[in-house]
Each structure stands twice: as C-alpha cells, then as structure tokens.
C-alpha cells in the first residue's frame, strides 16, 4: 500500500465512500466530489481493469470504452505487476456480490 496516500484525510474520504448506501448516494456524492471528467476517467480505468481480467486485446478495448493504448497500459501495470490488486479486489468483490463466481 502507497504509504503517502494512507493519512487522516484519505481515510475521512474513504469513510464517507463507505458511509453511502445506494447508487443514488454515489451518484450524488461524486457529482460533488469530482468533475465529470475525474469520474468517467475513473470508471473507464475500471472498465479497462474487467476487459483486461477478461483477456481482451487493447484494440477490442480502445474500441469499446475510447480509453488510449497509455491508459490501458497504466491500468495493466496496476492489475498485474503492483502488489496492491486494487482492481482486483473490487472486481472479484462485485463478481461476488452479483453471483458471478
């Protein structure tokens, strides 16, 4: 974990992500909190993360979400070299959630 991230403000920041219960509330929430530009950048790397778990090829990626060859690259090193499985995490946690095991 990226010790320079971890500090009281970040943690006050992921409480309140926490603290929301619905789609509605995120949406509310991050209408506020970022630029529409922050967010959909921030849901593209996810879509990028799930099409790269799923094994598809950065021309099917570009493709379906206009993400760059540099982004898709980012979100690769993130998924399979850091040692945070970030991505990870969530993706195997929303798979759970939804039953898709």
Same mark, same amino acid.
């Given at each position: 974990? #990226? !010790? ?8 006050f920041l992921f409480d %309140?992500?926490? !603290? ?6 995120? +949406?509310?929430?991050? =209408?506020?909190?970022?630029? !529409?530009?922050?967010l959909k950048a921030m ?5 990028? $993360?799930?099409?790269?778990? =799923?094994?598809?090829?950065?021309? =099917?990626? *570009? ?6 060859? %540099?982004?898709?690259?980012? *979100?690769?090193? $993130?998924?399979?070299? #850091?040692?945070? +499985?970030?991505?990870?995490? $969530?993706?195997?946690?929303? $798979? =759970?959630? #939804?039953?898709?095991?």
């Amino acid at each position: 974990m #990226n !010790s320079k991230l971890k500090n009281a403000t970040t943690d006050f920041l992921f409480d %309140a992500i926490l !603290s929301l219960e619905t789609k509605e509330d995120c +949406y509310r929430f991050f =209408e506020d909190l970022c630029t !529409s530009s922050e967010l959909k950048a921030m849901s593209q790397r996810l879509l990028v $993360a799930k099409m790269l778990t =799923e094994k598809k090829v950065y021309t =099917e990626i *570009v493709k379906e979400t206009g993400a760059s060859t %540099a982004t898709i690259s980012r *979100v690769k090193r $993130a998924l399979f070299d #850091n040692d945070t +499985y970030g991505y990870t995490l $969530a993706l195997d946690k929303m $798979a =759970e959630k #939804n039953g898709q095991l």
